[in-house]
Each structure stands twice: as C-alpha cells, then as structure tokens.
C-alpha cells in the first residue's frame, strides 16, 4: 500500500513529524518499507508557457523556445524535450534554482545560442523516475506561481507492508482511522452523503450466486464528458499511490478503490445487454479481459455478464468489450462485495495481479459499495458532469458475514500482557477502532466492525489493544519458578551421538523435504499410506513422506549428475503414516543412509574396491554397538524395495526395526541408477 503523505495528513490531524509518523505505524503492525520524499528542493521551480517554438540553428534535436511566465518579457530557453510546443505549460527552472539532484541553473549558451533557464521533466524534479519529456501541465495552471504550492509540495510517497489480515488499511479513510487512533486525534470529517437523481435510466442487476457476491449495486450516469480533463490534485494523488492517470472515469474509480479502500468499475452502458447478472461461469465460457487477452473459463471463476456473455472476470478485471473509452458518454458504475472465497487464486490462475483482486482476496467491508458508488458519482459528476440514475440493489443480507460479539475479561487482558491497562484506556483504543464497546464489571462486550474480519476471539481483541497501547511498553521481565531439567535415559542414544559416529565414518548428513511427489513414492511401493496434501505447493510436493529413503536417493541422484561418483549420505528424519479417518497422520523417527561407489576415498595407498553389502552393514554394526543392543540381529530377506537375495531384515529381539541391503534391479531401472546403491533404513 502506497499512499501521500499530505493526503493523509488532509484527513487526520497529526502533529507528528514522519520520522514519528511512521515509527508510529510500524509499530503498530502497519510497517513501512520506504519513503520517497518528493518536491524538495524546488524554490525557483515556477510554472510557465511556450509561447513560440522554433528549430535550433546548429542542432537537430534542439529547440529554442519563448518561455512565458505571465510578468516581463518572455525568456529564451534552449530545450532538448519532444513534447516541447506552443502553448505547453510547463515546470521551468529559473536562474539560481537548484534541483534535487544538486544541479544548479545558471545562464548558458547551447551550440551558439543563449538559454536563460531550464524547462524541466517530472524526473529531473524528482517527481517520478519514469517521466519521459516536459512534465506537462492542465492549461488552467497559473503562470508564474511556484510549482511546489500548486502541486501540494513537498510530499512524501509512503509505502507500508500490510498483513493479509489488515485489508480495512488497503484505503485511506481506514489507514486515516488507524492513525486517529494511534496518536488519539480526531479525524476530519468527510461527506460522502447521496447525490442528486437526475436521470430515470437504471439497468437491472442480480446476483445468481449469492453466497459469492451478497451484495451487488449498479448504477447509470448519463451524459458525461468524454473529452473532461482528471483534475491535477487527483492525477497527483494517484501518481504518488503508484497509479497512472488514464481518463476521467478510470481515475475517478482508482480514486475511490485508493481512499474508501472499495474497488469500482465502469462499463460502457451502451455496449451492454440487458440485464447485468453476477453468476459462476459455463465450463470453456471465453472472456476477453481489458489486457486484450482471451481467458478461457471454469466454473471455479466468478463472472460479471450480460445476454451477450461475461463482461467482467468479478473481482479482477473488467472485460474489453464494454470498457470505457474516449467516445464513451453513459457509463455503468459497479460496486460490490464479493466474498473472498470467490475471489482467491483466481487472478493468478490467469496469471494476473490486480489492485482490485489484491483487496478481494483479503476482504472488503461489505458496508461499504452503497457509500462507494456515491462517492464515485458525484467525484465523477463534479469532473464530467452526467445526469445520475438510481442506484439498483441485489441484495442477499442473510449471505452477508456477521460481526460477532466477543467478551474480553480484564483479568484475562492483565495475565496476557503481563501488565495492567486502565479500564478507560482500553475502552477508547478499542472504540477508536471502530468497535461497539460495552464495559460491565468483568470486562467488556466487543462488536468489530465489519471491515475487520480478523477479529473474532478474545484474543484478538488483546492483540488490538496492546498494539494501539505500545509493544514498547510492555513490561520485560525474567520469568519465574522452579524449573525441572528433563534428562534422557542412559539407555537412549541421542541422535547427535549417532549423527556424530556417521559422519566419522564417513557419511554427509542431508535435509530433505518432509514432502515428495506421489509417483515417487509408488515407484517404491510405499504410496499406501501416504498422507496427501490439501493444498500442496506443486506436484512435486503433493504427500508427506512414508519412508525417508526415496527422498535420499532423489538427492543423491542429483549429485551424480554432478559427476560426484562416490556419495555417502544419510539424514535423520521423520516419516508420515495415514492414520484412522479424522485421525492425525502417524508420525515416527529414522534413520536412512545410502553408500554408492568405492569403499574408500581415492588415494595412493588405497585400492579401488567397490563398497559392497559388508560395508554397510558393519555401519550398522557399529550405531548398534553404540545402543549396546545385545539382542540385535540379522535375517535373511528384506523390504519390497531391496535386492531378495543381498538384503537383510534387522531385529531386536522379535520386531522388525530395520531394512539394509541392495537397491531392487526393478527400482534401480525406474530411477535410471547405472549402479547398485547400498540402502539402509
């Protein structure tokens, strides 16, 4: 979230300065990541007009311009720019300015030709790193008046990282109430009550799916101004949140998405059909989005459509055959809740990250499209004029998200953060924030309001409270009481012991993944059990592992592709066993290890034998020798995974704890193995 300093600060009263401003914010769980300080330095940068524009005599690229700043006559400037012409207004940087970037201006003569100033790019006043050319200025700018004051300057751009669970601070009117709340000061009042109906044309809405969108509102304006300018303090609103101005009726959207925190859309109303119906899409259902691309839909995607097909991917992005264009005159204004369910995933699915889908996912207040679409109606009517229609509801309040009552106990409060609050003082954090609070002897009864979706429990409301009350003051203190030292049995070996002994016979302890692709694991015969995951990162993570070995000789693997022909490995993990239904997976220690290659390391004094079955099991013999395990012994036979005859079975007494011997020739042709690994688990 990107957001100006001064706009802001145009809605709550904050005497602090930004240092104190954002340490404030970053304590309170809304970090910033950076600030770009924009407009500093820029006294003698004045605004001024082109008034003639003429080749220059000895350079191509060159132009001498007649500058006008409304008092005396007009000044000569040299000027390299493309989009330098008649009647431009422009930033010009007078003699003695000095710029952000330490150039100062000084007369200069350019290839013959004297140039009394400097006319002056977005970029070269640190105003936008990407500004290409003059930064052109609205024909109603005021000659001569300092750029700084007419563009509310110096500003700061400020970026906060947000919390999944923070979408109320993903606008200004909800970040504005934070801050309020924060610092304890009053926020500035804004009437955002219902226009004037002018107009009788409604077109009908209705939601198909309500459980996806409870509440779905449209409305037409008539009349606009296709040709009406974005006013200057709204293109630099939005151009300091990180959005660039497009047209009136755009901008007026992202404007309202940026301060109420609601995302808007208009449609073209002459290009649509009939009714606009929110319903799931038909399976291979096409849409083309505003991007000109065509997505090729599922039921899993929630649509905007009319009798024609879907004219908008709900919670995404609109479509391109009802958008808004230069010739557009009555526009279709949306605003809607679409709950978050219905929106997930489905934007990156389609490769796509929006504005609107980013606030989507995370939950938008569903208070908020009514006060949305007025304000979207007369900010646009206030630029482009129109005759605005009725607002038309559809409407499922039983669909809606309920905002609970939760109790928090003021003995409760005291035990969590270890220090004692006065009963007052949390009463006015928790009311600041918007909830309805009750006190009673015990504590209080708390209602959130419904753009907080993340309070639900008690502790939650602990959580608010300390954050707005200070971290830093939370008490630090050493806790207290006897403690008990848990001592392992002399009996037990721990596993650094063991890990010890391997790696002093040789061996390279590995970490794998606790997850490993299914086919994987039926290559082995070992799928039986498997534990899939509900939401598996990818494919190749899909079940939790059943045996540590196909994880082992995967890595190992991957190191003879790399011409590492002598490997000895070995990794002490855990291993997952579906339990009964509604049981939680089964969960065990082991040891796995692998040899493959020669017995020993190359050297001049030793030979080049192989490493064969004997090898590994005197391994084994020596972890044994470690546990003292007197009743250990060894069987013929073995795992499905292993060799019949060069394997053996491990015992204590008459259980089963262990496997060791040859790869099986069948496993060893499935994972493309050119020799014969020793396996132990």
Excluded at 532 to 559: F, H, K, Q, W, Y
Excluded at 627 to 656: I, Q
């Amino acid at each position: 979230m990107k957001f100006s300093e001064n706009w802001l600060r145009s809605l709550v009263r904050v005497d602090a300065d930004r240092t104190t401003l954002c340490r404030r914010l970053t304590m309170a769980g809304l970090e910033v990541e950076g600030v770009d300080v924009l407009g500093e330095g820029l006294d003698g940068v004045v605004i001024a007009e082109v008034v003639s524009a003429a080749r220059h005599p000895q350079a191509d690229k060159l132009q001498v311009c007649r500058v006008s700043t409304g008092d005396g006559e007009p000044l000569q400037i040299v000027c390299g720019a493309r989009n330098a012409r008649v009647g431009l207004k422009a930033p010009l940087a007078t003699i003695g300015a000095r710029l952000p970037d330490g150039l100062a201006i000084q007369r200069a003569v350019l290839r013959g030709v004297e140039s009394n100033g400097m006319l002056c790019s977005a970029k070269e006043l640190a105003l936008d790193a990407d500004g290409d050319g003059l930064l052109e200025l609205p024909a109603d700018a005021p000659l001569g008046a300092p750029l700084a004051k007419w563009l509310d300057l110096p500003d700061a751009a400020i970026e906060i990282k947000l919390t999944p669970n923070r979408p109320d601070c993903l606008g200004m009117a909800g970040l504005a109430a934070e801050v309020a709340t924060l610092f304890d000061t009053p926020r500035l009042a804004q009437d955002v009550g219902p226009v004037s109906v002018t107009s009788q044309a409604v077109r009908a809405v209705r939601s198909d799916s309500p459980a996806d969108c409870p509440r779905y509102l449209g409305r037409v304006v008539e009349g606009i101004d296709p040709a009406a300018r974005t006013p200057t303090w709204m293109i630099e609103r939005l151009r300091r949140a990180g959005l660039r101005p497009v047209g009136a009726v755009v901008d007026c959207t992202n404007y309202v998405m940026l301060e109420l925190g609601q995302p808007m859309h208009a449609f073209d109303h002459d290009r649509l059909r009939g009714a606009v119906v929110v319903r799931r899409a038909a399976p291979g259902e096409i849409a083309r989005l505003l991007d000109e691309r065509e997505v090729v839909l599922d039921p899993g995607f929630l649509v905007v459509a009319d009798d024609g097909g879907p004219v908008a991917i709900a919670g995404v992005m609109g479509g391109w055959a009802s958008r808004v264009t230069d010739a557009t005159r009555n526009v279709f204004l949306e605003s809607a809740h679409f709950a978050p369910a219905a929106i997930i995933g489905r934007a990156r699915r389609l490769g796509l990250h929006t504005d609107a889908s980013h606030r989507f996912e995370r939950g938008v207040d569903p208070e908020l499209p009514r006060r949305a679409i007025e304000r979207l109606t007369a900010l646009l009517a206030s630029i482009a004029g129109g005759r605005p229609g009725p607002v038309l509801a559809a409407e499922h309040p039983q669909a809606l998200p309920p905002t609970p009552t939760i109790r928090l106990r003021a003995a409760r409060l005291a035990r969590v953060l270890g220090m004692d609050i006065p009963a007052q003082r949390v009463a006015d954090i928790l009311a600041g924030l918007g909830m309805q609070v009750v006190a009673d002897s015990a504590g209080w009864a708390v209602r959130p309001p419904s753009a907080r979706f993340d309070v639900a429990i008690e502790e939650d409301l602990i959580e608010e409270v300390v954050r707005v009350h200070g971290y830093d003051r939370v008490p630090v203190r050493v806790p207290s009481g006897a403690l008990q030292v848990a001592t392992d049995s002399e009996t037990r070996v721990a596993p650094a012991v063991l890990r010890q002994l391997l790696v002093a016979r040789g061996y390279a302890e590995c970490i794998n993944f606790a997850f490993v692709p299914s086919g994987l694991l039926a290559d082995w015969g070992l799928g039986a059990a498997a534990v899939p995951l509900a939401n598996p990162l990818s494919a190749d993570l899909a079940v939790m592992r059943t045996a540590i070995l196909p994880g082992l000789v995967e890595a190992a693997r991957r190191n003879l592709a790399r011409q590492q022909t002598r490997l000895r490995l070995f990794e002490f993990g855990r291993v997952f066993e579906a339990a009964s239904p509604g049981a939680a997976p089964a969960e065990r220690d082991r040891l796995a290890g692998m040899v493959l290659g020669r017995a020993a390391a190359e050297h001049w004094d030793a030979g080049k034998r192989s490493a064969d079955f004997f090898d590994l099991k005197g391994d084994v013999e020596q972890l044994l020798a470690l546990a003292a395990a007197a009743d250990a012994r060894f069987g013929a036979g073995g795992a499905a995974w292993l060799h019949p005859a060069r394997s053996a079975t491990l015992f204590r007494g008459e259980v089963v704890v262990g496997w060791l011997g040859v790869l099986h020739t069948r496993l060893r042709a499935a994972l493309a193995l050119r020799t014969d690994p020793l396996v132990l688990e």
